[in-house]
């Protein structure tokens, strides 16, 4: 029997047009060992669009792609184009609209890829579930008196009930299936009113899970735990901002921003989910064919967990991390001279040649 998925693609910008196609070919290879095929409709929203129709998407751009199983997304930013105006043209709609309140991103020392940190080895295994949708990055405030010396601005951080309920639950499921512990980011000694409520969801969500051992630490002494000792997190739930902080420290812990992959959930699925590497589009090195792809690739395997083949996903998993482990072929972000091309050429190899 073959099951047949539609994939919306949204390359972007810069590197995140050459490593889309790679992702895309280790999708087919793995779909045709397990009945699985991927159509695909690809977009060009970008700030190369921006700059050529005022808009990173088109005014109906997210009625085109919510009816797709899931969304796979390149980077997106471009100098010339402020950040925020292509963080909240096209990603951030896409994950406040399809209510992907869940942002999880696997931090893992590979094989073959050393980490910064002369400490970190193969125990470094663990994963960031960051709100998504909420919190810090909200569009509530304003600005006043521009221009004059008492010039002001305001933002406000939104904590809903409902909001933190949901992604607590998600990261204490997500412990308790991988027979872990969770540790929550918090800075209630500082911020006192979100974090306190923070910290008392929390501790009702842990009573929902009593067998999933828990603590909370302050952000800025979690983050130099997890440079001094990235082995003993297994699960850590942050809040937008934290967690967005915290997922890029660990990835760089991890060897490489090139290999880090991020889900965007909606785990209700009433909506696509969308899955994206964690780097942006490398404009130092846009356009020379020498991206590494791993990041878009295991992203690409997350996908195929979400959308319930876990088989196929570890498949994928289990190619690149035997060409990581078994030979010396990199791309020049981790010190080789393979271009994304030929590492790519590798990893199919080792996707259709394994049993
Ligand atoms: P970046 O991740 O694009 O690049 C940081 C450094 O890492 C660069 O030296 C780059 O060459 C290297 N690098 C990143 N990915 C790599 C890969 N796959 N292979 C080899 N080397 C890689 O971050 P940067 O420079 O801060 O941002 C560039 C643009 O990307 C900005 O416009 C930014 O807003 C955007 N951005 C977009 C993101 C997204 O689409 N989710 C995330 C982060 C940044
Ligand atoms: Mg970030």
Partial sequence: MNTRYRIALI??????????????????????????????????????????????????????????????????????VPDHVSLWGLLIPIRRQFRQYVNLRPIKVLDGVPSPLAGATGDVDFVVVRENVEGEYSEIGGRLNRGFPDEMAVQEAVFTRPGVERVLDYAFTTARRRGGDLVSATKSNGIVHTMPFWDELVREAAGRFPE?????????????????????????????????????????????????????LNPERAYPSMFEPVHGSAPDIAGQGTANPLGAIWSASMMLDHLGHPEAAAEVFDAFTSVLAMTGVRTRDLGGTASTEDFTRLILEAVTGSQ
């Fill in 11 to 80: 390359p972007g910008d810069g590197i995140g047009t050459e490593v889309l196609p790679p992702a895309r070919a280790v999708l087919d290879a793995v779909g045709r060992r397990h009945g699985l095929s991927f159509g695909y409709d690809t977009f060009d929203w970008s700030c190369a669009r921006y700059r050529a129709e005022g808009a990173m998407m088109p005014d109906d751009g997210l009625d085109r792609i919510r009816h797709h199983d899931a969304v796979l997304l390149g980077a997106v930013g471009w100098p010339g």
């Fill in 212 to 264: 999933v051992a828990w603590r909370q630490e302050h952000i800025d002494a979690l983050v130099a735990k997890v440079v001094l000792d990235p082995a003993r997190f297994d699960v850590i739930v942050g809040s937008n901002l934290f967690g967005d902080i915290l997922s890029d420290l660990a990835a760089a812990v991890a060897g490489s921003i090139g290999l880090a992959p991020a889900a965007n």
